[in-house]
């Protein structure tokens, strides 16, 4: 089974969960900007939750199905429509033969996931389908799709077939849709928790209140791999030489201006800018779905409080998990 791509949008590409494992040789990990959304689109179909699938970025992406097929859209709500009628969304659909899905423009977030039931048959490139753009390696030819481009989808598994023969044979659908509420916020005004950085006992008093005490608001320079925040300066007490050292998605570098620069999915492995703050993992899918002009507060939580903001959504995930195998086997 194959889809067609009739106009790629602002920016769409093949993403999953990430490619790990190869960070010391230079190779960033990649991977969802919002990784909630992809997780629970891919169990609304059947995938396993690490399966590749399409990262839409704000509007003008437009595909078209050569065969029926299952698939399920979540993230941000981009205004999605199957043949001119209004696409339902964080819910399993049966898209039928020479239909066409497409992407308007953003009402609330910035970035939308189509998973597709079998996953898509693209080769796994050092144990990941992500697509890689700056060094063109992984997801379709190791690039942002393009106007007709053929994708291929695999095989469906016994579940996702369930699913698939149940909705063709069911009209309208499913009535029932996974709440998202719990795990990504799509607001414009977010607070966004953060720890501290390695280096935030480096910065003056001033700008440790401020940093907590200030909003700031996402740029327009903002994509995968990183955004950009205008607010208030940031300032060192005193100048230093940082060696250039790990880094990670959610690191909050602090270049000389001192306006704050988030690393995001595809960030360097490495960075030599101090370290003010790291956004915990369980707001990242948050931040990813935020448009620029956003207004964000920052506040700081503790490692244990983090830890179990994590854990809370994984609790979360796993009970979505359970509720979608057993409406989908009493549809």
């Not at 995968?224 to 998605?249: A, N, W």
């Not at 207004?295 to 903001?309: G, L, P, Q, W």
């Amino acid at each position: 089974m194959t889809v067609t791509v009739l106009n790629p949008g602002l920016l769409t590409s093949v993403q999953d969960l990430g490619r790990y494992g190869s960070q010391q040789y230079g190779v960033i990990v990649s991977g969802a900007m919002d990784k909630y959304s992809l997780r629970a689109a891919n169990l609304l179909v059947g995938n396993q939750e690490n399966e590749g699938a399409l990262e839409i970025t704000l509007f003008g992406t437009s595909l078209q199905f050569a065969e029926d097929r299952l698939i399920a859209i979540t993230g941000g709500d981009l205004r999605a429509e199957i043949d001119g009628e209004k696409a339902p969304t964080w819910q399993p659909l049966f898209v039928r033969k020479g239909s066409i899905l497409q992407f308007k423009s953003p009402l609330k977030g910035c970035r939308a996931y189509v998973a597709f039931a079998g996953g898509l048959a693209i080769p796994e490139v050092m144990g990941s389908k992500s697509t890689y753009l700056r060094a063109g390696i992984g997801g379709f030819k190791g690039r942002a799709l393009q106007k007709g481009d053929v994708i291929e989808c695999g095989e469906m598994n016994e579940f996702s077939t369930l699913l698939f023969d149940k909705l063709s044979k069911k009209h309208g659908g499913v009535t029932w849709t996974v709440n998202y509420d719990a795990l990504i916020s799509l607001q414009q005004t977010q607070t966004i928790r953060v720890i501290r950085g390695t280096e935030f006992d480096r910065f003056d008093e001033k700008s440790k209140k401020t940093l907590f005490q200030e909003p700031y608001t996402l740029t327009t320079q903002a994509d995968r791999m990183g955004y950009r925040m205008e607010g208030p300066s940031l300032s060192l007490e005193k100048e230093f030489e940082l060696l250039s050292e790990g880094v990670t998605h959610g690191t909050i570098q602090v270049p000389p201006n001192g306006h704050p620069i988030i690393l995001m999915a595809d960030r360097q492995t490495t960075g030599g800018y101090p370290k003010i703050g790291q956004i915990i993992s369980a707001d990242l899918p948050s931040m990813a779905q935020l448009q620029p002009t956003a207004k964000i507060h920052f506040k700081e939580v503790s490692h244990e409080e983090a830890e179990m903001e994590l854990l809370k959504k994984e609790q979360i995930i796993n009970q979505i998990k359970i509720g979608i195998r057993f409406k989908g086997l009493y549809l």
